[in-house]
């Protein structure tokens, strides 16, 4: 029998979002033969008191070059956080990474940056995000 893959992924999100983060970590932790790795900057993390704009962009291109996916909520919201556009480049113009962004649940308004960079655009739905990771990862 095969050993499954373990893909590292970086999670983009917004911890004043963080329930929609949670519930993104449940779908992986919770869909069968699906083993995961989270390289997201963590919330208690002390780089959130970063000195300056340069330390986090840093702190999150350092996590990055070790992810096979970077997986993205495309929530209106994103069009608003500081780092959306700067966590985007870093993916693929730093790194090449491919990009899945993640539609919220029932929402009518999306953010088009995320949407335009992703590689895939994907339904708030674990077996669509988790068949997205496995059919991009590098």
């Not at 995961?36 to 008191?49: A, G, L, R, T």
């Not at 491919?98 to 088009?112: C, D, G, H, N, R």
């Not at 339904?123 to 990862?137: E, F, G, L, P, T």
């Amino acid at each position: 029998m095969s050993q499954l893959k373990t893909y590292n992924l970086f999670i983009s999100h917004s911890w004043a979002y963080g329930d929609a983060y949670e519930k993104l970590v449940s779908f992986f932790d919770e869909h069968q033969n699906f083993k995961w790795v989270d390289y997201s900057v963590p919330k208690d993390s002390p780089i959130h008191n970063a000195p300056n704009d340069k330390a986090l962009y840093e702190a999150i291109k350092n996590q990055m070059p070790f992810v096979n996916c970077v997986v993205m909520m495309a929530g209106v919201y994103s069009t608003y956080s500081t780092w959306i556009n700067k966590e985007i480049e870093i993916a693929k113009e730093v790194y090449s990474k491919p990009l899945i962004a993640v539609e919220p649940w029932a929402s009518e308004k999306t953010s088009k940056i995320v949407k335009d960079n992703a590689d895939e655009i994907v339904k708030w739905q674990s077996a669509s995000i988790v068949s997205a990771i496995r059919k991009h990862s590098i």
